[in-house]
């Protein structure tokens, strides 16, 4: 288990010093390694507890350090960060060996006081009950519980107001479901759940859809036969309910503008009963070969995918029936998948409306006559949201909103997803 612990505290710093996605980094790092099943699975725990847990436990470092003022190196500050996670939120670690284990950790560090420190910093917040740091206001205590910078939860509360923004921040925290959507063009969905059966995964259909399905120990589906065969990707519910809202159909022309790696171009070709075309794009060349190998490996022979930037009109593209742009966002939907979003700099996001709008402008000139596009993004913010599809209705007056609720923001108590937003617009015919 100390190794577990030492290979946590490494990667943990190493994302700190460069800046890689946690995902890929794990990922990469456990299939390189040669720890067993159970290991691979509390490093995964400790991994993401810290970094969704991060600024709690900074919190607590600040509070519990006799000199908060003292700068600590990353290594040191990891060891704390994970010993202090274990302490607190772990239950199945005893508080014994999260010490004693974070104190033989930092013995190997140069300064010699380290150990101390470390031990008489863990070792007060035990004393003094694990308590979180205090606040005196209610965006500074949802901050802390919810490890959720204060101008987050400020902005959602404004926003959305609490049910809302406490739906978010409760989603934002642990394991989000793996949901797959199962393609029925290679064989039916029975035939699929009793071969992903045969293989000890446990499963649970969701209602949204015939073809969605949660897939209990989802650890690697990629290697199932089932997989392999083309039966299935892995898709939230929420992109799959973008899917739905496009509403595409056998033999029409679809643009998918920002397309990679291709979750919804490849629903939509499902959905078209592979009949018609789906022209996929996306500005980077690699994540373009995504789209193209999904497509192959779900015989999905109505998908087309090329390099193409979104922003600027190409003459070459079809008049579509049908356009989805699944824009360049901030990902706040999608913080319990990537926790390091939260801790992003707010002023990287203010040029994205303007990208987004320009992305919305250029496609709609692709929409035939009493066509439908889509805009979409995995962000709960109505800057990037509502405000980009209000200012592209004011105008473009040869557009107009397709039915009453138009715009949805799909927050996680609605059906368990992902946060995102769907607008649906119809060009008039
Ligand atoms: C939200 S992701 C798309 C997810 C995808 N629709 C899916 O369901 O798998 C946004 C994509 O837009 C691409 N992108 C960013 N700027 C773009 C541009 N100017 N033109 C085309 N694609 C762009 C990014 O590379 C990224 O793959």
């Known amino acids: 288990m100390g190794n577990t612990r030492r290979f946590t505290v490494k990667l943990l710093t190493r994302l700190d010093e460069n800046s890689s996605y946690s995902n890929i980094l794990l990922d990469e790092a456990l299939a390189r390694s040669d720890f067993d099943k159970r290991d691979k699975k509390f490093i995964s725990a400790l991994f993401y507890g810290v970094l969704e847990r991060r600024l709690t436990l900074d919190a607590m470092i600040a509070e519990l350090s006799k000199n908060p003022k003292n700068k600590l190196n990353n290594t040191l500050r990891n060891i704390l960060r994970s010993g202090l996670y274990q302490l607190k939120y772990m239950d199945s670690v005893p508080d014994n060996a999260a ?42 205590r949802l901050s802390l519980e919810y490890s959720c910078p204060e101008w987050l939860v400020g902005k959602w509360l404004a926003e959305y107001g609490k049910e809302k923004c406490l739906s978010l921040l409760e989603s934002s925290i642990g394991r989000a479901p793996a949901t797959v959507r199962i393609n029925h063009l290679i064989g039916s969905v029975e035939e699929t759940l009793d071969m992903l059966a045969a293989e000890g995964v446990t499963f649970e259909r969701s209602s949204i859809s015939d073809y969605t399905v949660h897939l209990a120990n989802a650890g690697a589906v990629e290697k199932t036969k089932a997989y392999r065969e083309g039966r299935f990707h892995v898709q939230d519910i929420a992109s799959q309910l973008c899917c739905k809202a496009l509403d595409p159909q056998a033999g029409d022309t679809v643009l998918d503008l920002c397309a990679a790696p291709g979750g919804k171009t490849f629903t939509i070709a499902e959905m078209m009963g592979n009949e018609g075309r789906v022209l996929a794009f ?15 490996r779900l015989g999905l022979s109505c998908v087309t995918a090329e390099v193409n930037n979104a922003k600027v009109f190409n003459d070459k593209l079809p008049p579509a029936d049908r356009v989805l742009v699944d824009a360049p966002c901030s990902g706040l939907g999608v913080i319990r998948r990537k926790p390091e979003i939260k801790y992003k700099d707010p002023a990287d996001f203010e040029r994205l409306p303007a990208v987004q709008y320009e992305i919305l402008d250029t496609a709609s000139k692709y929409v035939k006559a009493g066509g439908l596009m889509v805009y979409s993004t995995c962000t709960v913010s109505r800057a990037e949201n509502d405000d980009v599809v209000k200012k592209f209705l004011a105008a473009h007056e040869d557009f107009e909103p397709d039915g009453e609720d138009f715009m949805q923001t799909i927050t996680p108590e609605m059906y368990g997803s992902d946060g995102f937003f769907t607008a649906r617009l119809r060009r008039r015919g």
């Open 282 to 296: 996306d500005l980077h060349p690699n994540r373009v070969k995504l789209i193209k190998s999904g497509a192959d």
């Open 99 to 140: 010490v004693d284990e974070s104190v033989e950790m930092a013995k190997k560090l140069r300064n010699p006081a380290s150990a101390g420190f470390v031990n008489g910093l863990l070792r007060e917040f035990i004393r003094r009950d694990k308590a979180l740091p205090k606040s005196d206001t209610e965006i500074g």
